[in-house]
C-alpha cells in the first residue's frame, strides 16, 4: 500500500522565521504536488514537481524533488501570517492514482 | 486551467436519506476523480470516473454506498446513499489539468456534508 508520510503534521512559527516541511513516499514516482488548503476551502496548486532535482519557487515557498530518495520538501522563508494553512504533498503514481500525504497545518504567529 | 463547479457548496442531511453531488466542468476530461475528506484528515480517493465505463472504486470504498455517474465528458455525480453520521466529510471533484497530470489537478469547492 502506498504510504505519503508529511513531517511534522502540525507546526508553529513565528514571522519572519524559515522551516521545513517534509514529504516522503514509500513508492516510485517522479511527479509529487503540492496544495494548500485554508479552512473551509477547496484545495490551490501550489508546485508541479515532475524530475528527479526539480526546484520550483513562488514568493516565500520553495519546493524540491528528490525522487531517488522518495522525498520532497517546502521550505517557508521568512515566514507571514498569509501563509497560515494545511499544506499537502501527493504523489501521482501512474497517472490514474494520487495519494495525498497526511497534511501539514502551519500556523504563523504574528 | 479546467475550471470546476461543484454544488450543492453544503448539505445537512438525515441519516437513511441519499445526497447528490454535481460537478460540471467547463472543458471535456477524460477522467474525473472524487475524494472524501475526514474532519481534520487528509484526502482518500474514493473512486475514478471514466466516461462510458463503470467507475472504479479504492478499497473500502463500494459501488452501492458511492455510486457515481459520467454521463459525459463535462459531467459527474457522487451519491453518498443511506448516510449516517460518519459519512459527515468534505467531498472534493477533480480532474487533471489540460495537457494531463503534468500540469497538476484541479479540484472543485468541496461539498461539505453534515449527516444528522
Known amino acids: 500500500e502506498l504510504k505519503v508520510e508529511q513531517n511534522p503534521l502540525f507546526l508553529s512559527m513565528q514571522e519572519g522565521k524559515n522551516y521545513t516541511i517534509y514529504c516522503n513516499y514509500s513508492t516510485t514516482s517522479d511527479r509529487l504536488y503540492w496544495y494548500r488548503q485554508d479552512p473551509g476551502k477547496s484545495l490551490e496548486s501550489l508546485f508541479v514537481?515532475?524530475?528527479?532535482?526539480a526546484v520550483k519557487q513562488e514568493g516565500r515557498l520553495m519546493a524540491s524533488l528528490d525522487t531517488k530518495a522518495r522525498l520532497s520538501t517546502l521550505h517557508i522563508t521568512a515566514a507571514v501570517h498569509d501563509l497560515s494553512a494545511t499544506y499537502f504533498c501527493?504523489?501521482?503514481?501512474?497517472?490514474?492514482?494520487?495519494?495525498f500525504g497526511t497534511g501539514t497545518s502551519l500556523t504563523v504567529i504574528p | 486551467s479546467a475550471v470546476i463547479s461543484q454544488k450543492p457548496s453544503r448539505d445537512i442531511c438525515q441519516r437513511g436519506t441519499s445526497l447528490t453531488i454535481q460537478c460540471q466542468v467547463d472543458s471535456q476530461v477524460t477522467m474525473m476523480f472524487w475524494y472524501r475528506q475526514q474532519p481534520g484528515q487528509s484526502l482518500t480517493l474514493i473512486a475514478t470516473?471514466?466516461?462510458?465505463?463503470?467507475?472504479?472504486?479504492e478499497s473500502g470504498f463500494v459501488i452501492d454506498k458511492f455510486p457515481i455517474s459520467r454521463p459525459n465528458l463535462t459531467f459527474s455525480t457522487l451519491t453518498v446513499s443511506n448516510m449516517s453520521p460518519e459519512d459527515s466529510s468534505i467531498y472534493l471533484c477533480?480532474?487533471?489539468?489540460?495537457?494531463?497530470?503534468?500540469?497538476?489537478?484541479?479540484f472543485g469547492s468541496g461539498t461539505r456534508l453534515t449527516v444528522v
Open positions: 501527493a504523489v501521482d503514481t501512474d497517472g490514474n492514482q494520487f495519494y
Open positions: 470516473a471514466n466516461q462510458g465505463s463503470e467507475a472504479t472504486y
Open positions: 514537481l515532475l524530475s528527479n532535482g
Open positions: 477533480s480532474v487533471e489539468g489540460q495537457g494531463g497530470s503534468f500540469y497538476g489537478y484541479t
